[in-house]
């Protein structure tokens, strides 16, 4: 029976895969083999001995301490892409809210209650201060090809827009799932120097900390407009502030307001609601459950945050998973001791991923939990599971 503890409201889709025979799932535990979170914040928590892995429901790790987990040999897991659609379409809004004036339009003809029979005539009097153009024909520049990026890419392109991308670090899947009308940028700076409208779904890094800041203002093309739905941290507010005081900028968009953004005219603030919706909770929730189940269940690794991608097609009934420090021999320790207890390796993978390593290996025969402790006694090693046959075997849908 394995124990999860949920620490924020989890959708009930999510965890409906939790098979009740195998699984006890409430948010009072005492010794959880796992987390399931969405915000709450972990940092000042102290992590049970127990725990085996904490999944969020959510593509941002920033609640948890990954590095202190990583130490400990837990598994950390987040879901990207599972809510790429709902912030796929709060950016596509974002980009109409932007162009039209539609929030300043809406806030003006409020401000006309009182004028009774005069509110007909005053809107169609004043609408023309809120004109604004198409976004039909006009170029879009997106900055980060995941999951989101690649969904906002396609759908511009679908609009009728020219869409042009920049992602140095693009994966191979999202080069498939990308539509063959997105063009590449040959830089960042000439992506900002020549799009109407700049979307940013960069991952928050030392790199990209401030991506946009008054060089990059500068660069851009006279009248833009940006849009942020990815890391606050991304943009350098001051300095947008300054563009667009300066008609650098016609408007900027995000959903990560602060007392200086919320003043501005130009500043479309809106809450950080890009994965507020039921089917995007649902979603991740749903995901998080299916990698605690394949991790838990079968030691199997996906979307890990501080762990390599590690899966092996289960070929015996017995199980064992190992978490190391990357470095020389251990492989080679691990399978000296295997051999001296006389037990064969039916199959065997290896990962690492910057300093740690993942081993999944199947063998011929049951494993005594002296085994476990004399392969967790070899240096370097930080965890090691023996997975019991019934648990190893099971189907995860």
């Known amino acids: 029976m394995f124990a999860i503890q949920t620490l924020n409201k989890i959708s009930d889709k999510g965890l409906a895969l939790f098979p009740r025979d195998r699984y006890e799932v409430a948010p009072d535990l005492g010794a959880p083999d796992a987390l399931l979170v969405r915000s709450q914040n972990l940092h000042a928590v102290t992590l ?40 796929k379409e709060l950016v596509i809004a974002g980009m109409l809210l932007a162009s039209r004036r539609i929030v300043q339009g809406i806030a003006w003809a409020r401000s006309l209650a009182g004028n009774g029979a005069e509110v007909s005539a005053l809107v169609e009097k004043g609408k023309k201060q809120f004109a604004g153009p198409e976004i039909m024909g006009k170029k879009l520049g997106v900055v980060g090809l995941g999951a989101i990026g690649v969904a906002v890419a396609n759908d511009a392109s679908a609009l009728g827009m020219e869409v042009v991308g920049y992602d140095p670090f693009i994966s191979v899947d999202s080069a498939w799932g990308l539509s063959r009308d997105v063009r590449r940028a040959a830089s960042l700076e000439a992506l900002l120097a020549e799009c109407d409208y700049v979307t940013l779904h960069a991952p928050l890094t030392d790199e990209t900390r401030t991506l946009i800041n008054d060089r990059a203002c500068a660069l851009m093309k006279p009248g833009a407009r940006l849009l942020n739905f990815a890391r606050g941290e991304l943009v350098d507010n001051a300095a947008v502030l300054r563009a667009l005081d300066a008609g650098r900028l016609a408007a900027y968009v995000t959903d990560f307001p602060d007392a200086d953004l919320i003043r501005h005219d130009r500043v479309v603030a809106v809450p950080h609601l890009g994965a507020s919706t039921p089917e995007a909770e ?28 590690c899966q092996l097609e289960q070929s015996t009934g017995h199980r064992i998973v190992i978490a190391n420090k990357n470095v020389p021999n251990m492989v080679g320790q691990v399978t000296t001791i295997l051999a001296s207890r006389g037990i064969n390796i039916a199959d065997m993978i290896n990962r690492g991923r910057e300093g740690l390593a993942y081993n999944i290996i199947d063998v011929d025969s049951p494993v005594a939990d002296d085994l476990v402790a004399q392969l967790r006694g070899i240096e370097g090693v930080i965890m090691v599971r023996s997975l019991l046959p019934e648990a190893a075997l099971a189907p995860v849908g």
């Open 282 to 309: 649902d979603n991740c929730a749903m995901m998080a459950t299916r990698q605690l189940r394949a991790f838990l269940e079968q030691g199997n690794i996906t979307h890990s945050v501080n762990f390599p991608a």
């Open 48 to 87: 049970p001995p127990s725990l085996k892995a904490i999944a969020r429901a959510g593509a941002g790790v920033n609640n948890i301490p990954v590095e202190a987990c990583s130490e400990r040999g837990v598994v950390v897991f987040n879901t990207p892409g599972a809510n790429a659609n709902s912030v």
